[in-house]
């Protein structure tokens, strides 16, 4: 059974960062696309970034442009967004999912309708 575990989230100062961790199992990270998503109290799900898991290849919204960065290891069959420099608005519940992915990566291949799993979310709380 295919499954995504998030982990890594947390009670953080502003200015802070931290790593979130998407873990895999049931499938082995070679032909799919993992991006991650966030949805705060409130407000619409929103894209964050995303990964070609078989050549690297990303794609990062603007509001997280600089700041965040997504990577992949697929010998542990994990992915990571590495958040740098939070401030309150990032805090949310993150998510992660995966589709599989044929060929080049796409910035449509990252649209959140074109998911097919998803992990339950790590909560990020940005608090002074």
């Known amino acids: 059974q295919l499954q995504l575990v998030e982990s890594g989230g947390g009670l953080v100062q502003p200015g802070e960062s931290l790593r979130l961790s998407c873990a895999v199992s049931?499938?082995?990270?070679?032909?799919?696309?993992i991006a991650w998503f966030r949805q705060a109290p409130g407000k619409e799900r929103e894209g964050i970034s995303c990964?070609?898991?078989?050549?690297?290849?990303?794609y990062y919204e603007d509001h997280a442009k600089g700041r965040f960065t997504i990577s992949r290891d697929n010998a542990k069959n994990t992915v990571y967004l590495q958040m740098y420099s939070l401030q309150p608005e990032d805090t949310a519940v993150y998510y992660c999912?995966?589709?599989?992915?044929?060929?080049?990566?796409?910035?449509?291949?990252?649209?959140?309708?074109?998911?097919?799993?998803w992990g339950k979310g790590t909560l990020v709380t940005v608090s002074s």
């Open positions: 049931g499938f082995t990270l070679d032909y799919y696309v």
């Open positions: 990964i070609s898991t078989s050549d690297g290849s990303a």
């Open positions: 999912a995966a589709a599989g992915l044929q060929g080049m990566l796409f910035y449509s291949d990252c649209d959140g309708y074109r998911m097919d799993y």
